[in-house]
Every structure is written in C-alpha cells, then in structure tokens.
C-alpha cells in the first residue's frame, strides 16, 4: 500500500471557524491532490499540486486554501469553515512522476461543520 | 470537459455469478483509465490501471477492457464473492493528464 496518512482522521468544528487538514505521504511522488466526496456528487478535486509551492485549482477550490512547503505534506485549509463544506476529504497522491494517473488514495477525512 | 458515467448505479447479486460494470467517458483522447475499489468508510484502493494502448487488463477473478474509440470501459468479475461487495468507481484523465475526473460508482452487493 502507498505511504498515505491523513489527519486528523475525524473532525468536527463549528460554522466560521478554520480548519486545516494534512495529509502526509512516505512515497516522494511529486503529485499530490485534495478531493471531497459527497453523495450525489461523487469524487471532486478541490486543488492539487505538481510540487513544493506549486498547487492548482480544481473544480470545487472556493473556501479552500491549499499550501506545500515540503514535498511529503500537503495541507488543505477552510479558512473559515460552512456547513456546506461537511464532507469526506481524501488525499491521493500520483505514482508517475509526471502525475499521468495511477493515483493512490488516503483513508480519508470525514469533517462535520456545524 | 471529460463526463463520465457509471451503469448501473447499484447492482445485486447472487454468489457465484458473473458480472459486468460500466463505464463511458466523453473525451476518448484519454492516456489510460483506472479503475478503483471502495468499501464503506474507506478510501479508495486502485485495482486495474489500462493503459490506450491496451485493450485488456487483468488481476485475478477481475478483469477490465478499454475501447476508447466507443468512450467505454467494462470491468468484469468473475465468480463474484461476498467479499466483493464494494463501490467500484473508474477515472479517466483530463486533458493535460494531470487530473483524474471519476464516475459516481457502482455498488456492488453480493449475496452469499
């Protein structure tokens, strides 16, 4: 299995407070991606980075911030979390060096904003 | 921008059959295309990676052909157990290969 931790594991905060999650890989891929989950909705990239303080958006990137200043952490950051933003967030990282898929995922994030 | 579909949304079935999952995509100039394994709660475990250039993938009772000049993908599962029992979900990549957009799943139910 890939290197892939997350944390923390559960989370639950109040509406308007921010909130940062991490994920933390062992495998030294240069690609790494920050997805949330939902029902209906599926899998949705939030941001992504193809390295050390190179990030990019995806498709659902309003009211995330994302930063990486070592290329093993990788952090996504509500800066002022809403109940909207309940959902399951996984990190994945790309095992091809120029992030042509295969992606491997994290046990995942589940976030309750209240 | 790539769509892809995942039929049929939920599938049950009886110990020991044969199955067949779908997926369709809408931009066929795709690099390759994976399939993952999702049980409840969990994350994600990538079970077949097909590269274009291949028409079949295999990895023991599962096996997953691509024709990209159709958009589809099937993953088929041999003498389906219990413990196969899982949202199974596939990606292809975008455009600039970076990104993977996903299907919304198909759960799977097994019955022994």
């Known amino acids: 299995d890939a290197g892939i931790t997350q944390s923390p594991r559960h989370k639950v905060t109040e509406t308007g407070t921010p909130v940062t999650l991490r994920c933390h890989q062992t495998?030294?891929?240069?690609?790494m991606y920050w997805y949330r989950q939902d029902p209906g909705h599926g899998l949705r990239l939030i941001h992504y980075s193809y390295g050390v303080k190179d990030t990019d958006k995806g498709e659902v990137s309003d009211g995330y911030s994302v930063s990486r200043s070592k290329t093993e952490d990788f952090l996504l950051t509500l800066e002022s979390a809403t109940s909207s933003q309940t959902s399951v967030y996984f990190c994945?990282?790309?095992?091809?060096?120029?992030?042509?898929?295969?992606?491997?995922f994290g046990p995942g994030t589940r976030l309750t904003v209240t | 921008k790539q769509e892809v579909t995942q039929i049929p949304a939920a599938l049950s079935v009886p110990e020991g059959e044969n199955l067949v999952l779908n997926c369709s995509f809408t931009?066929?100039?795709?690099?390759?295309l994976q399939w993952f394994r999702q049980d409840p709660g969990k994350g994600l475990t990538s079970l077949l990676l097909?590269?274009?250039?291949?028409r079949e993938q295999t990895s023991g009772r599962l096996n997953a052909s691509l024709d990209k000049s159709s958009g589809r993908s099937t993953l088929y599962i041999a003498a389906s157990q219990p413990g196969d029992s899982a949202t199974y979900l596939c990606a292809v990549p975008n455009s600039g290969y970076s990104t993977l957009t996903f299907g919304k799943g198909t759960m799977l139910l097994v019955s022994p």
């Open positions: 931009d066929s100039a795709i690099y390759n």
């Open positions: 495998e030294n891929h240069r690609y």
């Open positions: 097909i590269q274009s250039s291949q």
């Open positions: 994945a990282i790309s095992a091809d060096d120029r992030g042509r898929v295969e992606q491997y």
